[in-house]
């Protein structure tokens, strides 16, 4: 394929392309216990052939209104949704042995949550010596909002040499370093 490039720019819109399609999945695999392989697998083949295709002129886009990103992402997702629908789940004893080590938040884990209460884990809180830590998915977005953006953009403000705006981001990324290691025990980390 790369013979058939003119420029690098087509490589790296490809490679922007193809992280565009599976994204998704790879961060819905944390939330959704039924993401599987085959989902992962469909998603990466799926938007490399798409990228591929509209980047060569090899097709037009459905819908007119839409950018083409937009419409990229619609038609990578709905196609590995539909995979990972039509394709049998991981097995039980796979998912709970990851939901045990992992602990992914999110009410998309809830059928294997109820499988480690059936098989007599102890999940959450409560029950003989404590359980789990309790999860909160709302703590866990602050956590990695407070983190991952007030350290990004004070960055970016000292890179480009605006220091007074990097110095106040300082002082909000220290506040939100405060919040994380208190919110620590609400996310599940001890």
């Known amino acids: 394929m790369a013979l058939a490039l003119t420029n690098a720019l087509q490589a790296f819109q490809i490679l922007l392309q193809i992280g ?38 090899g097709g037009a886009w459905p819908v007119p209104d839409w950018s083409p990103t937009r419409q990229f992402v619609v038609v990578c997702d709905d196609r590995w949704i ?47 010596g404590g359980g789990e830590p309790a999860e909160s998915l709302s703590a866990a977005a602050l956590a990695w909002l407070l983190a991952v953006y007030s350290a990004m953009f004070r960055t970016g403000y000292v890179l480009y040499g605006r220091l007074l705006p990097g110095v106040l981001l300082l002082s909000v990324a220290a506040a939100g370093a405060v919040a994380v290691l208190r919110l620590l025990p609400r996310v599940g980390l001890r």
Do not use: C, K, Y
């Open 20 to 57: 565009a399609g599976t994204g998704l999945v790879f961060i819905l695999r944390w939330f959704w216990w039924r993401i599987n392989a085959w989902s992962e697998i469909s998603a990466m083949v799926i938007s490399f052939a798409v990228a591929v295709w509209f980047s060569g002129g």
């Open 82 to 128: 539909l995979v990972t629908l039509v394709t049998p789940p991981a097995d039980r004893e796979r998912l709970v042995s990851f939901h045990r080590q992992i602990r992914p938040l999110g009410p998309g884990w809830g059928p294997v949550v109820e499988a480690r209460r059936a098989a007599g884990d102890v999940v959450g809180p409560d029950g003989p």
